[in-house]
């Protein structure tokens, strides 16, 4: 991040990622003044637990943890590697971001273009200083089921009439159905 200025009529450059200023016109007979800084060291970013099986077209939490502050106007980013685990920059790989300087959660959204059932990797990304998160978690992009369907079985369901059979009016390939009673009880 670029930096322009003027005091009192003597402009001045710099970069905030590096840490430095620059005056344009000599501050003293010796030249341009540059001041500069060093954060005394870069925060460790560490992932926390993340559904590792989020469906897409949703939300999922990606909390992450420092150990240390990061430097006001930083910019967290969630990345997403492709098919094969590699982070590629061409790949549009950012499913969430956060401003913040403190350990915090970021809300990541699940695209749908990713391949159901692939394994993929997640990194989170500060941008100042610029650093990634010492670990990665793996994902694996699931889907709710497309299909609408009934519950088909008897109506009502009577105490001691022996074992009553219920499945779903389409069954959609690759999905497993739980059913619970929502008055409470099980199933036998």
């Known amino acids: 991040m670029e930096v322009y200025?003027?005091?009192?009529?003597?402009?001045?450059?710099?970069?905030?990622?590096?840490?430095?200023?620059?005056?344009?016109?000599?501050?003293?007979?010796?030249?341009?003044?540059?001041?500069?800084?060093?954060?005394?060291?870069?925060?460790?970013i560490t992932i926390g637990n993340v559904d590792s099986?989020?469906?897409?077209?949703?939300?999922?939490?990606?909390?992450?943890?420092?150990?240390?502050?990061?430097?006001?106007?930083?910019?967290?980013?969630?990345?997403?590697?492709?098919?094969?685990?590699?982070?590629?920059?061409?790949?549009?790989?950012?499913?969430?971001?956060?401003?913040?300087?403190t350990s915090d959660t970021i809300q990541a959204y699940m695209p749908f273009t990713l391949n159901f059932g692939s394994h993929y990797k997640i990194r989170v990304i500060g941008s100042l200083p610029r650093d990634t998160s010492i670990n990665i978690k793996t994902v694996i992009p699931s889907r709710v089921p497309q299909q609408t369907f009934n519950i088909i079985g008897p109506v009502p369901a009577c105490i001691g009439n022996g074992v009553q059979k219920y499945y779903p009016s389409i069954h959609e390939p690759n999905t497993a159905y739980t059913w619970t009673l929502s008055g409470g009880g099980t199933f036998v």
């Open 5 to 44: 200025g003027e005091v009192g009529g003597t402009g001045f450059t710099g970069n905030i990622v590096s840490g430095t200023v620059i005056s344009d016109n000599p501050l003293t007979g010796y030249g341009p003044l540059t001041l500069s800084f060093k954060p005394v060291r870069k925060p460790v």
């Open 53 to 101: 099986i989020p469906c897409t077209g949703n939300y999922f939490s990606v909390p992450f943890s420092l150990d240390t502050l990061m430097i006001a106007g930083n910019i967290f980013k969630v990345e997403i590697s492709d098919s094969l685990g590699v982070f590629n920059p061409a790949f549009s790989n950012v499913l969430g971001t956060k401003v913040t300087i």
